[in-house]
């Protein structure tokens, strides 16, 4: 049995009421590989994880272990065989220290009391595998979201995991703690640990993975070995088209100047101005790398975040932004990085959040006007074909692509002149990014200027009609569509300046 696989997946199949998730699913995943399972949303990733972790069990199939068929009926069942699933939402109990949350629910005892000395003994090679450098003391809410995931890992390590599940672990991370994630998962997989990766996040996927398996409608799309590894390769997979049509630019002949910044200053980094100017139907990237300055230039824009100095002006009236009304006053909004903190209120239905951002305007006698409300709830919920069952699903329960075009929904319905956009795709899969791509484009069509972060490159070069580049809070360059390539890029955002730019 030595030469079979360390765990297999053989016609996996499941249902739920009006869906069918998998359609006869095959995986395969050897020892001390890193796999990673690409798809869209709807693929059938998160339900096939949740039937190899023990989470659901499926209709049809079976589940091979070392070439020994396995039943899998709950979550114990799979930890005792070497499966650990590490959920997107990390499942830590803020209150307890690092040790605690390591052994939680399989505590050592002695005399009949939690020993807490052992726990701790235990926890500091554990910590050290994954490295991180803290205290098995240390309360794990004064944590950073990276530091926890780590603490996760290691609590799957605790329990003899030699099948760790990642789904989408750096979807909350900095730049610098996914690097550190990346280097604990190559040292993982040369112990002999077998890693299935899930993100939609290419650009991680062939730094890391090994393999790639890819989901479509719930079915196998194809596999890729380590050598055909290559964005295009797999967005063709995942969608069924080449990365040529993906990005559906097309340059407009730029109106009138849009937005005119001059000398603005921002609260983080208020030594360096900042200059350029957008203009009408025209796209304008914004690149860097993480702590450049990108989002708090939007938020000085948009008024989150007083600016420090310097003129703004929106269709050649100087405006001063304190607060976002004065922003939205002056035909600006903005798309927060943060769609689930910022964007939207996930508790309330999509139409009651897709008027939110016009209740001031529609308001009749000082009151709600309930019936535009439902209007422009329906209008956005047709034009921007945000899927749900009607207007009074809760956001929660929409994809995180639905959820994006809720936000978007909410300012296109104030008609703004000027769209500023932070991280627009961030966290949802390739489909959705293109429906938002398209709507970029017909927004530019129309006569919008848009301004938009992005740290994805080939966001970046796909949509831009020019590239502001960003570092250390200055602009260190801008790049018209015929300059941009992603060394040229890369030269701005660490500092270099290039003759060309």
């Excluded at 998998?22 to 039937?51: C, D, F, H, P, Y």
């Excluded at 709600?368 to 956001?395: C, H, S, W, Y």
Aim: hydrophobic share 45%.
């Amino acid at each position: 049995m030595t030469d079979s696989p360390l765990l297999e997946a053989r016609e996996l199949t499941k249902s739920f009421p009006g869906v069918r998730a998998l359609k006869g699913v095959n995986l395969t995943l050897q020892r001390g590989e890193v796999l990673a399972v690409i798809g869209e949303n709807g693929a059938g990733k998160s339900t096939l994880m949740k039937i190899l972790a023990g989470v659901q069990t499926p209709d049809a199939g079976e589940i091979l272990i070392e070439g020994q068929a396995t039943r899998i009926a709950s979550v114990h069942e799979a930890l005792s065989r070497g499966i650990a699933l590490i959920h997107q939402e990390l499942n830590l109990a803020d209150n307890l220290d690092v040790a605690a949350n390591i052994f939680l629910g399989r505590e050592k005892f002695r005399f009949g009391l939690i020993d807490k000395a052992r726990h701790r003994e235990e926890a500091r090679p554990l910590l050290a595998a994954v490295g991180l450098k803290v205290e098995p003391t240390v309360q794990v809410d004064t944590l950073s979201i990276g530091q926890q995931q780590l603490v996760e890992i290691a609590k799957a390590l605790s329990v003899k995991a030699r099948i760790l599940i990642m789904d989408e672990p750096t979807s909350s991370l900095s730049s610098h703690e996914s690097e550190n994630l990346f280097q604990v998962i190559r040292d993982l997989r040369s112990r002999g640990v077998s890693i299935v990766y899930i993100s939609h996040r290419l650009g991680e996927v062939c730094a890391l993975a090994d393999r790639v398996t890819v989901l479509r409608d719930g079915a196998n799309a194809g596999d890729l070995s380590r050598s055909e590894i290559t964005h295009g390769a797999m967005v063709k997979l995942m969608v069924g088209r080449d990365l040529s049509q993906f990005y559906p630019h097309e340059s407009h002949a730029p109106g009138a100047v849009a937005l005119e910044v001059e000398g603005l200053r921002t609260r983080a980094h208020p030594t360096h101005p900042l200059d350029f100017k957008v203009h009408s139907g025209e796209i304008v990237g914004v690149a860097g790398l993480i702590g450049a300055g990108r989002t708090e230039l939007l938020e000085t824009l948009f008024g989150v975040t007083p600016a420090c100095g310097g003129v703004l002006r929106v269709a050649g009236k100087t405006v001063a932004p304190s607060s976002p009304l004065e922003a939205i006053a002056a035909g600006l909004a903005l798309v927060p990085e943060d769609r689930k903190a910022q964007g939207v209120v996930l508790e309330m239905a999509v139409q009651d959040n897709l008027s939110l951002a016009s209740l001031r305007r529609d308001q009749r006698h000082g009151l709600i006007d309930f019936r535009r409300a439902a209007e422009i709830g329906r209008e956005m919920i047709t034009n921007l074909k945000i899927k749900t069952p009607d207007g009074r699903q809760p956001v929660q329960f929409l994809s995180g692509g639905n959820q994006q075009k809720v936000v978007l929904g909410k300012w296109l319905a104030l008609r703004p002149r000027i769209l500023l956009l932070d991280e627009p795709t961030r966290g949802i899969d390739i489909g959705a990014k293109q429906e938002i791509y398209r709507l970029m484009e017909d927004l530019a069509a129309k006569g919008v200027a848009i301004l938009f972060v992005s740290s994805e490159m080939e966001e970046i070069l796909g949509m831009s009609d020019r590239a502001l580049v960003m570092h250390e809070g200055r602009i260190t360059g801008e790049l018209g569509r015929s300059e941009l390539t992603e060394e040229s890029v890369m030269h701005l955002a660490t500092g270099t300046q290039l003759s060309a730019a």
